[in-house]
């Protein structure tokens, strides 16, 4: 370079923005964060529709169709195919300002993306109104998790994820938009970072299985085919096709650059470097002036300006130069951990730095596609055919101490050097790509040795490298062992555990550590236990096995927390995702605390539509609230009649639930009929009429119609036919109790008779005969009325006392299925209600004066046909002869016989 050219413009007074005074001023943001420093914003494009440019990836790395394809019927689609560059790679950083060119600005024309775009801004504006706004943004995810499940058949599953995805972006845009609005709420922040990294991990799934699912439908001697070859990309493309464990590492690098390319998006500043389009254009500077000037410098620089200048004079760069450098290193090295090679190139040319693009070109395989090809015309050659002399330079410079850590870090990667690049890691992401990036340049460069195309520069690398066996869980193994405390941390956090087992394939690993976090003492955030469900019924429709126990538990878990958010519309949908007894008893669980009446036809709806047993899950809710009393059946002496109780008007309440649905007719009779049971032996007669009143009166109608419209010829089934038999008996004892109380009721009330004072005068005297006349009216007519409700009492007790065909409470059926504890309950209320019933009717008669009919009771009670007084007890039957023993007297004080007739002279 002639040094006498004219003279450049002084740097220093180039511009006000060059200085660092006025930078600090200005507070400029850097275009790229550090590697793995927080990222406030989540861009809201979609992370499956960018896949970054990687390493050996343009090359090799394959694109497995969709599995909805795979499975459709035809010919078979191939599943290694050339993935297509980024769209970002076409852009010319040289002609245009690169970070516009490259990332849009939120307060300019975003499309879809924006965060600002009305229906977001005015959704945020709504939100800070809650109490908890992330809460309340993200609620809706679950219902719209439930619909797109529903919604998408089995051989479409990974339609279904990328739908989990675009749900959850679009969620996280929404949240961004409220952080930015609201400030940084920790709830808020907290909700939205568990959405990205769930989002994060659905787009893991969806790769690996992708090629997973393909790989287990491909015939096992296909991919075992290798074709001799003297390239290096169609060796590797073989590699790649043949061995899944190095493409699915290559998906795992692809995943994490992805991740990283999105957080990159996030920052919309334009990069800004003190030298525009001269590499080192200070130092240039002040190396003419000196030269003009002939003066020497306190300060020694290079003398010289090609690349290696610096490292070898061991002389330093001008200060902003040296600025310069360390965060253009910095920002090369972010990009190409985003997998934005090409963008990295781009960038040093345009910062007047080719040759260093041109370092970062060396890793790509040879192929010269004229060896293998008949056409006569030549063709371009692929790749760098020293690639092994330029692999072996970037392992040494990585190894530089003097060189900065960045540079260093950007050609270990490039080296497969993982120690330096670990250096500039910061967190979990970082550590797995670099990793994974290294596993996969190791296989790559032994399947070439293997093959016998590996450079002799790439076998004087260190024999660590060489010799490496990087597997999958080894990786995982040396991220336990980090020194860094915040990947230690961060291996613990739950989003990242899942991802590890995802990438192991280790389902039974995975499982367990579900398993864990259920019965952990502090809860599971709501968001991580829909994921958790949702990963399992993934797994479940691709046919893996899985642990019943744990995904069970899951499932339940998942359950209680919609039941308990009152996700009324959702629970039935997982319930039928359990085992159809457990989900029977799950669903029954929940119906209990449906209270409303509204709700109730409502959530048997859902039950049908989502295949649960409607008739099983309604039984088991009335026996269960039936049941939780746990009072046995005692003698009417030992217990009072009390009010209704909360406890009683639940088990009234409860029969609903059998009566929606006219098809369970008879079982909404049986269960009635046990509820009654255990009411008439608590003598709360006003719960036992309440429950009678709820069975519709056509239910014995409907029971033989539905039995007869199934054409069949036969009777009743016994339990349908005793059932019928036993409410009958129930309504006859009812009816004679109600008889009663009537009459109890109108004989307490009999008209009082007036009282006439002595000596009177003429108009008092008037006055009495006519309250006598009014009295002696009123008697009559209450007599007249007793004596028929007399004759009513009579007649409903008898009917319970001489219930026909074979007695109350006694079945016809015998041919049933044996139910001991509604035998024993029916003997049981036999002798605590018959006995008690012959003791009212006893008192009714000799209240009436009728003691001659109450004398013939004792000859019914005591006919061997009906068999009564063997459902009295020797207790019972002395003081029931004691009452009999008055009217015998009364008769006999009447000039009768004891037995109420005439005397024979």
């Not at 797995?432 to 032994?446: G, I, Q, Y």
């Not at 054409?711 to 036993?726: H, K, S, Y």
């Not at 007599?783 to 079945?811: A, H, P, Q």
């Amino acid at each position: 370079m002639d040094w006498g050219q004219s003279e450049l413009p002084s740097p220093v007074v180039r511009d006000d923005e060059v200085t660092i005074a006025a930078r600090r001023r200005r507070s400029k943001k850097v275009a790229f964060p550090s590697p793995g420093s927080p990222v406030t914003v989540t861009p809201a494009r979609s992370m499956l529709r960018t896949t970054p440019a990687s390493l050996f990836r343009q090359a090799v790395t394959p694109r497995v169709p969709d599995v909805s394809s795979i499975l459709a019927p035809g010919g078979r689609t191939p599943r290694y195919t050339h993935t297509p560059k980024n769209t970002l790679s076409s852009m010319n950083l040289d002609d245009s300002d690169w970070t516009n060119s490259m990332y849009i600005s939120p307060v300019s024309g975003m499309e879809n993306t924006s965060f600002f775009t009305d229906d977001i801004a005015n959704l945020s504006s709504a939100l800070l109104k809650e109490d908890d706004p992330g809460e309340a943004a993200a609620a809706s995810l679950f219902p719209e998790f439930l619909t797109s499940f529903l919604k998408h058949s089995s051989t479409a599953v990974f339609e279904l994820l990328e739908d989990y995805q675009l749900l959850l972006q679009d969620k996280v845009d929404v949240l961004q938009s409220v952080v930015l609005r609201a400030g940084q709420s920790s709830k808020t922040a907290g909700v939205r970072w568990l959405l990205q990294q769930e989002n994060c991990s659905w787009r893991l799934i969806t790769s690996l299985y992708r090629d997973r699912v393909q790989l287990a439908l491909e015939d096992d001697i296909m991919q075992d085919m290798v074709v001799p070859s003297e390239s290096e990309k169609v060796v590797v493309e073989q590699l790649f096709q043949r061995d899944a464990t190095i493409r699915q590492s290559q998906l795992v690098v692809d995943w994490l650059e992805s991740i990283a390319k999105d957080q990159i998006g996030d920052f919309s500043d334009n990069i800004e470097y003190y030298a525009k389009n001269v590499c080192w254009e200070n130092t240039l500077h002040a190396l003419k002036t000196r030269r003009k000037s002939g003066t020497a410098f306190n300060i020694p620089l290079v003398t010289e300006l090609d690349p290696d200048a610096p490292l070898r004079q061991q002389r330093p760069l001008a200060d902003l130069d040296r600025e310069d450098d360390a965060r253009l290193l910095k920002n090369l090295f972010t990009l190409i951990r985003a997998g934005m090679t090409e963008e990295a190139q781009r960038l040093c040319k345009r910062c007047g730095q080719a040759w260093r693009a041109a370092t970062l070109e060396g890793w790509k395989l040879y192929h010269d596609p004229n060896m293998t090809s008949v056409s006569v015309e030549l063709q371009p050659v692929e790749g760098n055919p020293q690639r092994g002399i330029w692999k072996a330079c970037c392992w040494r410079m990585a190894e530089e101490d003097q060189l900065n850590r960045y540079e260093r870090a950007i050609y270990a990667g490039l080296s497969g050097n993982l120690k330096p690049l670990l250096a500039v890691c910061e967190s979990w992401e970082d550590c797995v790509w670099a990793h994974f990036r290294v596993m996969v340049d190791s296989l790559v460069e032994k399947d070439l040795m293997s093959s016998g195309m590996a450079h002799q520069e790439v076998e004087t690398l260190p024999r660590e490298y060489l010799e490496a066996n990087w597997t999958m869980e080894k990786v995982f193994e040396e991220l336990q062992a980090s020194e860094l405390k915040r990947v230690l941390e961060e291996t613990k956090e739950h989003y990242h555990v899942i991802q590890k087992f995802v990438i192991l394939g280790d389902l039974d690993g995975l499982l367990e550590e579900f398993s864990d976090w259920l019965t952990a003492s502090k809860p599971l955030p709501s968001h991580l236990l829909r994921f958790m469900t949702h990963l399992l019924l993934f797994y479940r429709s691709l046919g893996l096995t899985l642990k019943e126990e744990v995904s069970v538990d899951v499932l339940k878990a998942y359950v209680s927390l919609l039941i308990r958010d009152q996700q009324t519309d959702l629970v039935a949908s997982y319930v039928s995702q359990l085992p159809a007894e457990l989900a029977t008893v799950q669903y029954a669980a929940f119906l209990e605390t449906v209270g409303q009446p509204e709700l109730r036809p409502h959530c048997l709806q859902l039950a049908t539509d989502a295949g649960l047993d409607v008739a099983a899950v309604t039984k088991l809710v009335v026996e269960t609230v039936r049941e939780q009393d746990d009072t046995e059946f005692t003698h009417h002496s030992q217990t009072l009649e009390m009010g209704t109780t909360k406890e009683d008007l639940r088990k009234i309440d409860v029969i609903d639930w059998l009566l929606f649905d006219p098809a369970h007719r008879a079982e909404s009779l049986k269960q009635s009929n046990a509820i009654m049971r255990k009411f008439l032996a608590l003598q709360k007669h006003d719960a036992a009429k309440a429950v009678f009143s709820k069975v519709p009166e056509d239910s014995m109608r409907e029971i033989y119609c539905q039995w007869s419209g199934v054409g069949q010829a036969t009777p009743l089934p016994a339990e349908d036919e005793n059932a019928i038999r036993e409410h009958l008996c129930i309504r006859a004892y009812l009816e004679a109790h109600e008889a009663f109380t009537e009459w109890f009721s109108h004989s307490s009330s009999a008209p009082q008779k007036p009282a006439h004072a002595p000596e009177a005068k003429f108009t008092e005297r008037v006055a009495n005969e006519m309250r006598e006349k009014e009295y002696q009216a009123a008697l009559s007519a209450w007599s007249g009325s007793l004596d028929v409700l007399t004759e009513d009492v009579k007649e409903r007790i008898y009917n319970v006392l001489l219930f026909v065909n074979g007695g109350w409470m006694i079945d016809n059926r015998q041919d049933s299925e044996p139910d001991s504890e509604r035998s024993h309950q029916m003997a049981t209320l036999r002798s605590l209600c018959l006995p008690r019933l012959s003791f009212l009717l006893l008192s009714v008669l000799q209240n009436s004066s009728r003691h001659q009919e109450a004398l013939r009771l004792a000859d019914i009670i005591s006919c061997d046909q009906h068999r009564l007084h063997k459902v009295f007890s020797k207790e019972a039957l002395r003081r029931f002869l004691q009452k009999l023993r008055e009217s015998s007297l009364a008769l006999l004080d009447r000039g009768l016989d004891p037995l109420g007739y005439e005397l024979q002279p």
